[in-house]
């Protein structure tokens, strides 16, 4: 039979034991939500599909980020990719199907996305980039108008296949003609993943931060 001094010095050991293990089990759980990926829930009350079917590929979702200014929050996006990327470089020279999926969170007029895809191109590229995909950014424009106002709910997808090119669609319905080349769909990316992104919050996201 224990004595009454070993049953003490026993229970005084076990507490801070399962005080231990009870702490430890919380941390894992902690880093299980962190590492969970990018697909896995929602974002604004957003939530994206896990993986997107585009030029006959199954793309999966490399990560999603928010768009905001001061205290207005614009629009959630995600990127899908044939591979999962966590670094730009990779994310832009990355061949094959890609789609950008941009999610209103409040009225948005198209000529402020027109204007911020002018300013990003200008901002990650050079005069002679800009002068040389001029006809192409007109095009960009035009597809962009004719997506109109967006508002919560709907859907912006650009989405980029080798035989189609660039093609703008809103809430499934292609806007404007194809853009041709997959160096002007890098041109699109680089206003969320080039050097000086749109939002560097949404450019983390959008990699898997």
Same mark, same amino acid.
């Given at each position: 039979? &224990?004595?009454? =001094?070993?049953?003490? @010095?026993?229970?005084? @050991?076990?507490?801070?034991?399962?005080?231990?293990?009870?702490?430890?089990? #919380?941390?894992?759980?902690? %880093?299980? &939500?962190?590492?969970?990926?990018? +697909?896995?829930?929602?974002?604004?009350?957003?939530?994206?599909?896990? !993986? !997107?079917?585009?030029? +006959?590929?199954?793309?999966?979702?490399?990560?999603?980020?928010?768009?905001?200014?001061?205290? *207005?929050? +614009?629009?959630?996006?995600?990127?899908?990719?044939?591979?999962?990327? /966590?670094?730009?470089?990779?994310?832009?020279?990355?061949?094959?199907?890609?789609?950008?999926? *941009?999610?209103?969170?409040? $009225? #948005?007029? =198209?000529?402020?996305? #027109?204007?911020?895809?002018? $300013?990003?191109? /200008? $901002?990650?590229? =050079?005069?002679?980039?800009?002068?040389?995909? =001029?006809?192409?950014?007109?095009?960009?424009?035009?597809?962009?108008?004719?997506?109109?106002?967006?508002?919560?709910?709907?859907?912006?997808?650009?989405? @980029?296949?080798?035989?189609?090119?660039?093609? *703008?669609?809103?809430?499934?319905?292609? /806007?404007?003609?194809?853009?041709?080349?997959?160096? @002007?769909?890098?041109?699109?990316?680089? *206003? %969320?993943?080039?050097?000086?992104? #749109?939002?560097?919050?949404?450019? /983390? +996201?959008?990699?898997?931060?």
């Amino acid at each position: 039979m &224990l004595s009454a =001094s070993r049953l003490s @010095f026993r229970a005084a @050991f076990r507490a801070p034991l399962r005080a231990a293990l009870k702490g430890a089990a #919380v941390a894992f759980a902690a %880093f299980a &939500l962190c590492a969970a990926p990018a +697909g896995a829930g929602e974002i604004e009350g957003v939530r994206f599909d896990d !993986a !997107a079917r585009l030029g +006959g590929k199954e793309l999966p979702l490399n990560g999603t980020g928010l768009r905001s200014g001061f205290v *207005i929050k +614009g629009y959630v996006a995600a990127l899908y990719l044939p591979e999962r990327a /966590r670094n730009a470089t990779v994310a832009l020279g990355t061949p094959g199907p890609k789609r950008l999926q *941009i999610r209103p969170l409040r $009225e #948005v007029e =198209s000529d402020t996305f #027109v204007k911020t895809l002018n $300013e990003g191109m /200008r $901002e990650n590229h =050079s005069e002679l980039q800009v002068r040389m995909m =001029s006809d192409r950014m007109t095009q960009l424009a035009q597809a962009m108008n004719q997506v109109g106002t967006a508002r919560r709910g709907d859907i912006i997808n650009l989405d @980029f296949t080798p035989d189609a090119g660039t093609v *703008i669609a809103m809430n499934g319905i292609p /806007r404007g003609r194809p853009i041709p080349g997959e160096d @002007f769909y890098q041109a699109v990316l680089r *206003i %969320f993943l080039g050097e000086h992104p #749109v939002d560097r919050d949404l450019k /983390r +996201g959008l990699l898997g931060d």
